[in-house]
């Protein structure tokens, strides 16, 4: 589910200018800045930067908070987005906790780098390198970006949320086209709670 987009304060990536109203939102604008900060922090281990994906757990799983930040156009676009099972136990749709164990099939934290894409038992996957000691075991655990249909924008009108992933970062089909698109081959993605205030 596409909710909108709007531009990135010049600012944020692009050469200085003269200063113009910014159409972001308070919160649009944190997103953009921590897309600039964690792309900056992790510039050495990118392989492209054009892109930076912005998974925000501080916000439950029936809003949009997998958030695509264009450091090139300007933009944000914003989709549905699955957490894991281990990291909410009572599956009320917030995520309580952030685990890189092994078995916990729960959502890690941090800086991840997309790699290679392969097919797998949803499909087309994208895989995932953690950069933080936070999620060092992504590989390891087959964290990875991909569609799955409990992510799809039908379930929050019949459940109120979103289904359960194993700690990946599951999307419906159509957004996760966008995303495999807009994040493959060594971009960011960056998954932590950021939150509106």
């Known amino acids: 589910m596409l909710v909108g987009s709007a531009a990135v304060g010049a600012s944020l990536c692009l050469p200085a200018r003269a200063a113009t109203a910014s159409p972001l939102t308070p919160y649009e604008r944190r997103v953009a800045e921590t897309a600039v900060a ?3 922090r992790m510039m050495g281990q990118l392989w492209q930067k054009d892109f ?5 757990f ?3 799983s029936w809003r949009p908070r997998m958030h695509l930040v264009s450091m ?4 944000v676009r914003s989709f549905l987005l699955s957490h894991g099972k281990g990291s909410d136990l009572e599956h009320d749709g917030w995520l309580k906790q952030f685990s890189d164990q092994p078995g916990s099939e729960a959502t890690s934290r941090g800086a991840f780098r997309t790699d290679e894409w392969y097919t797998g038992k949803y499909g087309i996957s ?3 390198t953690g950069l933080d000691p936070d999620n060092a075991t ?9 569609p799955a249909w409990y992510a799809e924008a039908d379930m929050i009108p019949k459940w109120g949320k979103l289904g359960r992933s194993s700690g990946c970062f599951a999307l419906g ?4 086209a966008d995303t495999l698109t807009s994040l493959y081959g060594g971009r960011l993605l960056f998954a932590d709670r950021i939150g509106e205030a």
């Open 38 to 40: 964690q792309r900056n």
């Open 58 to 60: 501080a916000l439950p």
């Open 52 to 56: 930076v994906g912005i998974a925000d």
């Open 138 to 146: 992504a590989l390891e655990r087959h964290i990875v970006i991909h």
């Open 72 to 75: 090139e156009s300007g933009t």
């Open 126 to 128: 994208l895989r995932l």
């Open 173 to 176: 089909q159509r957004d996760y």
